[in-house]
């Protein structure tokens, strides 16, 4: 049986147990104490603003802080950086229902890169701004900038007001071009129109425009859109026949109109939408509204190709605009096109020449029947009459015997071409030192003929190739 305890005894243990207890938490109380001392002294220092940011619905406010490494003279101008992308991240860029980027354009990734684009903007581009406070100390600076909400949104509005006066005016401006039927003008002041709100594509900003509101930009936009449509390019002649590889400066007639009357001094821009080859890139109508297109030559051998003309709206709005503000604008429009069909046929080829042997003429051309082989891969035409040939092709070749070495006989082969068009030389290549080896004579002059044959598929093709189609 278990002996009881006197009372006195759990006296003692409670007694004990307190005691202990609180020592603990008095300890703990100290190094709690001691902890807190050591943060405040680490903050200690540096103003109330940068250890925690205020809040005013007055103000968009910017607050950083860079730590100071030796040498570093740039920190001011880090930790302002930094304040301000804190402070403009603040100010949203919302896109109205009415604007642009909706109504007109609905282009999702275009609506997102304006968005960017803005924002990066208003980043870059801030002012009005105040340094409220600097906390310059021994190992780290901080920075505390504010601008007024009031202030902002009122810049803002002055900067809006401005450029859809300057817009409207344009617009405006443009309208009188169409009336007098002076398109290119016209177009480019629809263009400054747009240009001088580039900044609010995103604002459905309403102007009195004839006695009626609109929203700024999609009227002007429209306007656009509607003289463009009403410009018509017409070739005299929808199709043409033309030899690829042959000089043509050949003339093709383009007429341009707008709203039936003669379209003057508009630029257009010329390119083979199928095909290849080299012509007048660029012209501007006469006072006739017609345009003379040089067809300079085709270089490519497809049987039909076609070449487009459009509004050079670069040529009519870079001058006097930022063409990087127009673009987005441009390549929304559906612009009108001309176009002219061409039947592409080769030109004929004649080739004659005289190859030999050791003096004698070979049975076949080897060389000739070559080059006869790449051409017409290429899609010319032989012919067998020379009158007719756009290019005539003669060569001439010869082998000679030389030293006899270990029984073995050199051959040495020299050829000679000549290339001409229309009774003038545009190519000749000449080779002496082109050489052969065999146990006879003859088989090292035709062993001479087969290395002549590489060197020809490796230089002379290639430059013939060139010659036609380049």
Request: proline letters at 3%; aromatic letters at 10%; charged letters at 25%.
């Amino acid at each position: 049986m278990m002996k009881k305890l006197p009372l006195s005894f759990y006296t003692t243990a409670v007694f004990l147990f307190l005691l202990l207890a609180g020592c603990h938490a008095q300890r703990s109380k100290k190094n709690k104490s001691a902890k807190e001392a050591v943060e405040v002294t680490t903050v200690s220092n540096l103003p109330s603003w940068a250890v925690k940011q205020p809040i005013d619905p007055d103000y968009y406010i910017g607050i950083a802080g860079v730590e100071k490494k030796p040498g570093d003279r740039d920190y001011k101008n880090l930790a302002r950086k930094q304040a301000l992308h804190m402070l403009c991240s603040q100010i949203e860029v919302k896109i109205n229902s009415n604007s642009y980027l909706i109504t007109i354009n609905r282009d999702y990734k275009f609506q997102q890169d304006y968005l960017t684009s803005s924002k990066a903007s208003v980043n870059t581009n801030i002012e009005g701004y105040n340094i409220i406070d600097e906390y310059d100390g021994e190992k780290e600076y901080w920075v505390f900038l504010r601008l007024s909400k009031y202030e902002y949104k009122k810049r803002q509005q002055e900067k809006l007001s401005h450029a859809s006066t300057t817009s409207l005016y344009f617009l405006e401006q443009a309208d009188r071009f169409k009336a007098d039927f002076q398109y290119a003008s016209a177009v480019l002041f629809y263009c400054k129109a747009l240009a001088a709100m580039k900044n609010y594509l995103n604002e459905a900003v309403e102007v009195d425009y004839k006695g009626k509101p609109v929203f700024l930009v999609n009227e002007s936009f429209n306007n656009l859109q509607s003289l463009i449509n009403s410009v018509k390019i017409n070739f005299a002649e929808s199709t043409a026949t033309v030899k690829f590889g042959m000089p043509l400066n050949k003339v093709l007639i383009v007429n341009t109109t707008s709203s039936g009357q003669k379209a003057v001094n508009l630029p257009v821009a010329f390119k083979f939408s199928s095909g290849k080859g080299e012509l007048t890139e660029k012209a501007k109508s006469n006072d006739q509204g017609k345009i003379n297109l040089i067809l300079k030559k085709v270089t490519s051998n497809q049987a039909y190709q076609q070449i487009d003309a459009t509004p050079d709206m670069e040529a009519i709005c870079a001058a006097d605009t930022n063409w990087n503000d127009i673009k987005p604008f441009i390549d929304r429009i559906v612009k009108p096109t001309g176009s002219i069909l061409l039947t592409v046929v080769a030109p004929k080829f004649y080739s004659a020449g005289a190859e030999k042997n050791m003096g004698n003429p070979l049975e076949e051309p080897y060389l000739m029947r070559l080059i006869d082989k790449k051409l017409f891969d290429a899609g010319l035409q032989l012919t067998l009459d020379k009158k007719e040939a756009d290019y005539i092709f003669e060569l001439d070749a010869n082998t000679t015997k030389g030293n006899v070495a270990y029984e073995m006989v050199n051959a040495q082969l020299k050829f000679n071409l000549t290339v001409r068009r229309a009774n003038e030389i545009v190519y000749t290549q000449s080779k002496t030192d082109i050489k052969g080896i065999k146990l006879t004579a003859d088989e090292a002059g035709m062993n001479a003929y087969k290395n002549a044959a590489e060197y020809i598929s490796n230089t002379v093709i290639p430059d013939l190739y060139k010659l036609i189609f380049n």
